[in-house]
């Protein structure tokens, strides 16, 4: 069984702190993702990674960044953050680069910025 | 602008009966179709994909169903059970491996 686990499932930080979600999968998978997920608006892709030290922005890209220094292990970054990036933040993996690779999603970091 | 939506927020079934799920696409490019199926405080967790080669595929309970002209695909759960109260994301992709996401519908299938 996939396993995609992150570090937090919930975190409170304060407006212009530096934020770090981590993301961990244990099966060799060569793509990853985070998305955050808010009420009407579904999941939203922030960026992804199709290999080591290799990174794409998504759909949402403003205010965050991404680190990808071993294969197993995808960091998201807010360097500042701002009341209006609270949300649900999933991140997710997939085995190969297509179209047709069913994504495995973590538990989910509720994050809160006050 | 969503590529992929979901236009109901909720739908409420009674136990036993059939539930059917909708969602709409606007990209011709996508090729692949998958449905996800979230519980709270939990992760999406694959429920039943299809391709646009074929209209339906089906796996047990559950089958899809493409219609590509209209753009429209619909997930239909036969019968429904209480544990299938959840919310359920549509997602579409085309030729790499970045997926769109509709905003989900909520189940709530009644005992």
């Known amino acids: 069984d996939v396993k995609v686990t992150q570090s937090s499932r919930y975190l409170v930080k304060r407006t212009g702190e530096k934020v770090f979600l981590e993301c961990v999968q244990d099966m060799d998978h060569e793509n990853m993702f985070w998305y955050r997920q808010d009420p009407g608006l579904g999941l939203r892709l922030i960026y992804f990674s199709y290999d080591v030290k290799m990174k794409e922005k998504g759909d949402i890209p403003e205010g965050y960044s991404v680190s990808r220094e071993k294969k197993e292990r995808f960091s998201l970054i807010l360097e500042s953050a701002s009341t209006n990036q609270t949300s649900m933040y999933l991140c997710?993996?997939?085995?190969?680069?297509?179209?047709?690779?069913?994504?495995?999603f973590g538990p989910g970091t509720r994050l809160t910025v006050l | 602008d969503q590529q992929v939506k979901q236009n109901s927020p909720s739908l409420s079934v009674q136990e036993g009966r059939i539930s059917i799920l909708n969602c709409d696409y606007t990209n011709s490019m996508f090729d692949y179709f998958l449905w996800y199926k979230k519980y709270p405080a939990e992760g999406p967790t694959f429920l039943i994909s299809i391709s646009s080669i074929k209209d339906k595929n089906e796996d047990g309970r559950f089958t899809v169903f493409l219609n590509k002209s209209a753009k429209h695909l619909s997930l239909h759960i036969v019968p429904s059970q209480p544990g299938d109260s959840a919310v359920y994301f549509c997602a579409a992709s085309g030729r790499i491996n970045k997926f769109y996401f509709g905003s989900g519908t909520k189940l709530n299938v009644k005992p």
């Open positions: 997710a993996s997939s085995l190969v680069a297509g179209g047709s690779d069913t994504q495995y």
